[in-house]
């Protein structure tokens, strides 16, 4: 067997190496299940690892290699814990959650699992996908493996720490204003948010049925495409879900000849940090470099993009949390005396601060006499952003700028100021307001920390945006190797801990 | 804790009270402590005032936008299909009885 490097491997090449019988499925799995012993205590990317199942599952596509030869069968996947698994525990790092046992397997997953992946676990998120640094949840804290005194990014924290620290192949997350690009770009990893539609939300735990989308996590822009290619497609289960208009290409761009790309000046004066801003410059060097032409264009709403969302998230947030009322599944308060004691201090015990907060937005937001103020105007400020979006792309092919203004930012270090937080995705939030798929490309390091690049697209151009990434992603020749820095003992989360890992043997995949 | 039943009067729109926290977590049947309505106050209060920048914005003829796709009444064949069997329904519940979710009584 070829010594693997989990930290630098590929799906494409570890594809290879399965296809050539150099390594086997159950040898692949074992690569990342030992890597998870060996940083997990550092990193604590995941709330449950499926170990025992992988393992037995690995072994199973090997034995039935003939039958399970699919383009994906045998490579291990992290995914997100706010996607429904049959018979694994779902928790979306909720208390609410914390011993759901999901009856039916969310379509994406589902998708995934019939190609014969292998499933190695469910990876930490802010409890419910609210958040930009995955310190929300209510499990465990989880730490970028670049520095370990930073926070990952979030919410898709997990699944992104769990990919650079070479715990996963590759991961599955979701974004509802930046949550897979954001932490792909603190982790120094790709992550896409497709066009709103393009994947199935049917089993994903809703958060902002409006904004909500499934993507890949991975280390590379072709692992990207290959894994998009088994997510998409039209469900009957999701009535916003449609068909793409052409199939997902692999790409194998390596020029960007004639490529017109927009670089919005609104996006720059965001208090984007110098060593962001040097990096994304370069970055725009090699862009020209490449063939393409760099035109200043303006999204003059965006500076309204963010208030915007603040409203039109928390206020769906408020509705779909609704469900969580310690009745059918989930958390139950001690010794009700009535109903409404039940449904109030189920939730007030159940939820955790920030999504109490965005339920306290939306319920406000949407309560009689406010309506017109915050959720009609929130949605008429969506049109704005549309229209503005609309405008660019009657000139430029793909915009690009920094993904977040910062780099990985150290743990605790705006926990205590909601709005510095909502501050981190002010880059990426218009993408999901507008339905647009963008991804974030590591285009650099900033003192030792990623720096992420976003290119986002028309809707339907995830072809045009992944060839670009592709040659983007080969002229920079970023290293994804991180170097687990400043390793230090990590406090442990109070309270309420369902966190390490943990296996339970009635855990099966399908 | 009493909580309003009628929202507060208020003198400014911006300006939220800790009384229209307690009202709305109710509306939201959420219960929060005393220090927890006090601090939650002051953050919404701060969200609150971001969130006004909209108002900069003349936008009374632009139409709203709810949904970003072009497709409207989407429908599904109007066929029967097996439905979650009931003990998969009712697997996850905290109190079951006679085939039944269990709550307490009305209050």
């Known amino acids: 067997m070829t010594t693997l490097d989990p930290l630098r491997l590929?799906?494409?090449?570890?594809?290879?190496?399965?296809?050539?019988?150099?390594?086997?499925?159950?040898?692949?799995?074992k690569v990342y299940l030992d890597q998870i012993a060996a940083v997990e205590p550092k990193v604590r990317a995941y709330i449950l690892v499926t170990?025992?199942?992988?393992?037995?599952?690995?072994?199973?596509?090997?034995?039935?290699?003939?039958?399970?030869?699919?383009?994906?069968?045998?490579?291990?996947?992290?995914?997100?814990?706010?996607?429904?698994?049959?018979?694994?525990?779902?928790?979306?790092?909720?208390?609410?959650?914390?011993?759901?046992?999901?009856?039916?397997?969310?379509?994406?997953?589902?998708?995934?699992?019939?190609?014969?992946?292998?499933?190695?676990?469910?990876?930490?998120?802010?409890?419910?996908?609210?958040?930009?640094s995955t310190e929300n949840s209510s499990c465990q804290v989880t730490a970028n493996p670049w520095d370990l005194s930073t926070v990952p990014g979030g919410s898709s924290g997990g699944s992104a720490a769990a990919v650079a620290a070479g715990e996963a192949l590759w991961a599955l997350g979701s974004d509802t204003g930046g949550s897979i690009r954001q932490p792909a770009s603190l982790c120094g990893i790709v992550g896409m948010k497709p066009t709103y539609g393009a994947v199935s939300r049917y089993g994903l735990i809703a958060f902002a049925s409006s904004l909500d989308q499934i993507g890949p996590l991975t280390r590379s822009v072709y692992d990207c495409a290959l894994l998009l290619q088994h997510l998409v497609g039209r469900d009957p289960r999701d009535a916003t879900s449609v068909e793409l208009p052409e199939p997902v290409a692999l790409p194998s761009a390596e020029r960007l000849d004639g490529l017109r790309m927009g670089v919005p000046s609104e996006y720059l004066a965001v208090g984007i940090e110098p060593g962001v801003r040097a990096r994304f410059d370069e970055t725009l060097?090699?862009?020209?470099e490449l063939g393409a032409t760099c035109v200043e264009i303006s999204l003059p709403h965006t500076e309204y993009a963010l208030p915007a969302y603040y409203i039109i998230a928390p206020a769906e947030a408020s509705a779909n949390l609704a469900r969580f009322d310690g009745v059918r599944y989930g958390y139950r308060c001690a010794d009700p005396v009535d109903l409404t004691d039940l449904y109030e201090r189920t939730r007030g015990e159940g939820f955790?601060?920030?999504?109490?907060?965005?339920?306290?937005?939306?319920?406000?937001?949407?309560?009689?006499?406010?309506?017109?103020?915050?959720?009609?105007?929130?949605?008429?400020?969506?049109?704005?952003?549309?229209?503005?979006?609309?405008?660019?792309?009657?000139?430029?092919?793909?915009?690009?700028?920094?993904?977040?203004?910062?780099?990985?930012?150290?743990?605790?270090?705006?926990?205590?100021?909601?709005?510095?937080?909502?501050?981190?995705?002010?880059?990426?939030?218009?993408?999901?307001?507008?339905?647009?798929?963008?991804?974030?490309?590591?285009?650099?390091l900033s003192d030792g920390l990623p720096v992420g690049l976003q290119l986002i697209g028309p809707a339907f151009s995830e072809n045009r945006m992944l060839e670009a990434a592709h040659a983007l992603e080969g002229a920079i020749g970023f290293d994804t190797a991180p170097p687990f820095a400043d390793p230090r003992p990590r406090p442990e989360a109070e309270g309420w801990n369902p966190g390490g890992i943990t296996y339970r043997p009635e855990d099966a995949q399908s | 804790?009493?909580?309003?039943?009628?929202?507060?009067?208020?003198?400014?729109?911006?300006?939220?009270?800790?009384?229209?926290?307690?009202?709305?977590?109710?509306?939201?049947?959420?219960?929060?402590?005393?220090?927890?309505?006090?601090?939650?106050?002051?953050?919404?209060?701060?969200?609150?005032?971001?969130?006004?920048?909209?108002?900069?914005?003349?936008?009374?003829?632009?139409?709203?936008?709810?949904h970003v796709l072009d497709v409207v009444n989407v429908t599904r064949e109007d066929k029967e299909r097996p439905s979650l069997p009931r003990e998969e329904a009712l697997h996850n519940a905290p109190a079951v009885s006679d085939d039944c979710f269990r709550v307490p009584r009305m209050g």
């Open chain 1, 10 to 29: 590929t799906a494409r090449d570890a594809k290879r190496l399965l296809v050539d019988g150099e390594i086997s499925a159950a040898e692949l799995t």
């Open chain 2, 1 to 66: 804790m009493a909580v309003p039943l009628r929202r507060p009067q208020q003198e400014e729109r911006d300006m939220i009270s800790e009384d229209d926290v307690r009202y709305v977590a109710r509306l939201a049947r959420l219960h929060i402590e005393q220090d927890e309505a006090a601090r939650m106050t002051g953050e919404l209060a701060k969200i609150l005032a971001h969130v006004d920048k909209m108002s900069e914005l003349a936008i009374a003829d632009v139409p709203p936008t709810a």
């Open chain 1, 285 to 288: 060097a090699r862009v020209e």
């Open chain 1, 352 to 444: 955790g601060p920030e999504v109490k907060r965005r339920i306290m937005i939306g319920t406000y937001a949407l309560s009689a006499g406010y309506y017109d103020a915050y959720y009609g105007r929130a949605q008429k400020v969506r049109t704005l952003v549309r229209r503005d979006f609309e405008a660019a792309f009657a000139e430029v092919d793909l915009i690009a700028s920094p993904t977040s203004p910062t780099v990985a930012f150290k743990a605790g270090s705006r926990t205590d100021d909601p709005l510095a937080m909502y501050m981190s995705d002010v880059c990426t939030i218009p993408a999901n307001l507008a339905g647009l798929p963008a991804i974030s490309i590591p285009c650099g």
């Open chain 1, 51 to 132: 170990s025992d199942n992988a393992a037995k599952y690995s072994t199973k596509v090997d034995r039935e290699m003939q039958a399970m030869r699919g383009p994906l069968a045998g490579l291990p996947i992290a995914v997100k814990d706010n996607m429904v698994t049959e018979g694994v525990t779902t928790t979306c790092a909720s208390r609410i959650l914390h011993n759901y046992q999901p009856v039916y397997t969310a379509t994406a997953v589902r998708q995934v699992w019939e190609d014969h992946v292998v499933m190695l676990g469910k990876t930490n998120l802010d409890e419910f996908a609210m958040g930009s």
